[in-house]
């Protein structure tokens, strides 16, 4: 029954994670009339994050490896290996965000334009990250268990694991991505008041908000289970979600603009 409910879960989540950024989309551009080029630009901004970030991460991988290189004790190895996980992709996203605001997205400076450049830059990461692998993934495990691979030791047990995970995984990984497009979207509002109020400090706050929120949940993963870490995550996207409704567009109601006539 486990298998035949996974047929289920594991479609709905490809699904999710490769619909779920164009519909959010979709919706942003019928609901405020933004340009879907913003989504693009917002996918062109991620896209160009990971041109410093997959070489970053190479980097201090092979930096941390060197006998000179001083080492965390291993009691807050796992700690800090989180937090510099969390700061690489701060770093890498944020920078590429205020790039793309300054010289691809120059005219992007209102609220409900950060909301589809935030859609496109999450949008891209969950196609890539994990709406295209799960695809790919679970395209080769159907075609391969009903095939005796009992001859091959490795591939058969991790045929056998895959199809052992629990029902639900699938979903909470669907969720997770709708929660990653909270964050995202709340980044991208962040780093656009850096702009409109002129304060860098903004950059910074975002740069902190996003290597928390990758920090906790890689750290959080070594301890709970996966319902626990994705409540957490969760936690974490209401709060992107109370920056989003922060920072939008205050409408002065009939009565208080009769007042100061």
């Avoid at 609901?31 to 970030?53: D, E, M, T």
């Avoid at 991460?57 to 937090?83: D, I, S, V, Y």
């Avoid at 691979?149 to 709708?178: C, D, H, N, T």
Wanted: aromatic share 12%.
């Amino acid at each position: 029954m486990s298998i035949v409910v996974l047929y289920v879960t594991i479609p709905l989540e490809i699904l999710i994670t490769l619909a779920g950024p164009f519909a959010l989309g979709w919706w942003l551009a019928r609901r405020y009339h933004v340009s879907w080029s913003l989504f693009g630009i917002g996918a062109l901004i991620f896209a160009g994050s990971q041109v410093v970030h997959l070489p970053l991460l190479g980097g201090l991988t092979a930096l941390f490896q060197q006998p000179w290189m001083p080492k965390p004790a291993e009691a807050g190895r796992l700690l800090f290996n989180a937090c510099v996980l969390g700061l690489a992709a701060g770093f890498s996203e944020e920078l590429a965000r205020y790039a793309g605001y300054r010289w691809l997205a120059r005219t992007a400076r209102s609220w409900r334009e950060a909301l589809m450049l935030g859609a496109g830059h999450g949008g891209l990461e969950s196609v890539v990250f994990v709406g295209l692998p799960v695809a790919i993934t679970f395209i080769a495990m159907a075609a391969n268990r009903p095939l005796n691979l009992s001859g091959l030791g490795a591939a058969s047990a991790q045929i056998a694991a895959y199809w052992s995970q629990p029902a639900y995984l699938p979903l909470l990984g669907a969720l997770e991505r709708a929660f990653a497009l909270a964050d995202q979207t709340a980044l991208s509002v962040l780093v656009l008041q850096v702009f409109v109020r002129g304060k860098p400090l903004y950059l910074l706050a975002a740069i902190g908000w996003h290597a928390l929120l990758d920090a906790a949940a890689v750290y959080a993963a070594n301890f709970w289970t996966p319902p626990a870490v994705e409540g957490l995550v969760g936690l974490m996207a209401l709060v992107s979600l109370g920056v989003i409704w922060y920072y939008r567009p205050r409408v002065v109601g009939a009565a208080s603009a009769a007042m100061t006539m």
